[in-house]
């Protein structure tokens, strides 16, 4: 089978367009991944053409030997639907979990996102958690960025600011938001940093930078990334009308958790 004729391709291009269409991603910014299963691999196999193996720069043995689908570095959202086989690759990680080799895609030539390590590692993360997660997505959002100037980059504060912002967010994101101070992009630091927060959240704020999500399927990857980024909208809003005059309190949120079976964690009930 054609790898351009599978749904988890199809599903990849769509977030990957809707991400552009909700300005999500000025030129290469952001980057995606998705963690094939293993059937899917199985039914494009015969359009591979393995390249040499080279260091992922950090280990991740519990993705040895599975394919991932992601967003070449440097290359534009705006353009994955009209042309994935330009602008995505699939790779292969290794036995050890420690290398990995292009095996489709990228046709005109280059190199997976500059946040593998990020990427691979909060896959493996969550992969460690729960099997069914498979995506794992970083994007620029003007507002959650913007927020990372006002607000204290604690986990605290982000999650209960936002939550408070729209009521469905405690439904959405529970188990709250992390937040990882400024770092190099790129950079192993930022990959392990992020990773350790992805081991209590589905969602991590880059300080000054963006935000990463993780999800199960595109549609719920998606869906996290733009209901933080409107829960950010909504209090740049309120803050810009001088701030907040009423709003949710702990007893709101306490009984929002009883009715619809949440586990809030206390640290964001204070
Ligand atoms: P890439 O083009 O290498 O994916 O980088 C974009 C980005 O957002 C880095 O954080
Ligand atoms: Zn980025």
Redesign the pocket.
């Known amino acids: 089978m054609n790898v351009l004729d599978t749904e988890f391709l199809k599903g990849f291009a769509k977030l990957a367009n809707d991400g552009w269409l909700h300005n999500f991603h000025e030129r ?4 995606l991944s998705y963690r094939m299963k293993k059937e899917e691999a199985e039914s494009v196999k015969e359009c591979f053409n393995a390249k040499e193996w080279k260091e992922i720069g950090v280990s991740v043995p519990a993705l040895a030997g599975e394919y991932f689908l992601m ?1 070449g ?3 534009f959202f705006q353009n994955i639907q009209d042309d994935p086989e330009a602008n995505v690759c699939i790779i292969e990680v290794d036995d050890k979990g420690e290398k990995y080799r292009q095996v489709w895609g990228l046709k005109n030539g280059g190199k997976p ?3 593998l390590p990020s990427h691979l590692m909060n896959l493996e993360v969550k992969k460690k958690i729960d099997d069914k997660y498979r995506v794992v997505y ?1 994007a ?1 959002p003007a507002n959650i960025v913007a927020l990372t100037f006002v607000l204290p980059l604690t986990d605290e504060a982000f999650t209960r600011e936002l939550w408070e912002m729209i009521t469905e967010c405690a439904m959405v994101f529970p188990s709250g938001l992390g937040v990882v101070e400024w770092m190099v ?2 950079s192993m630091e930022v990959a392990i940093a992020t990773s350790e927060k992805m081991k209590s959240y589905d969602a991590v704020v880059w300080a000054h ?2 935000l990463f999500a993780a999800g199960e399927d595109f549609d719920f990857t998606f869906g996290l990334m733009h209901t933080i980024e409107k829960a950010a909208e909504v209090l740049v809003k309120v803050k810009s009308m001088g701030g907040k005059q009423q709003t949710m309190s702990v007893k709101n949120l306490k009984d929002l958790a009883k009715d619809y079976d949440l586990v809030l964690p206390e640290k964001f009930l204070k």
């Open positions: 290469n910014g952001g980057n967003t570095s440097g290359k996102t500059s946040e970083h620029h992009p790129g930078h963006g």
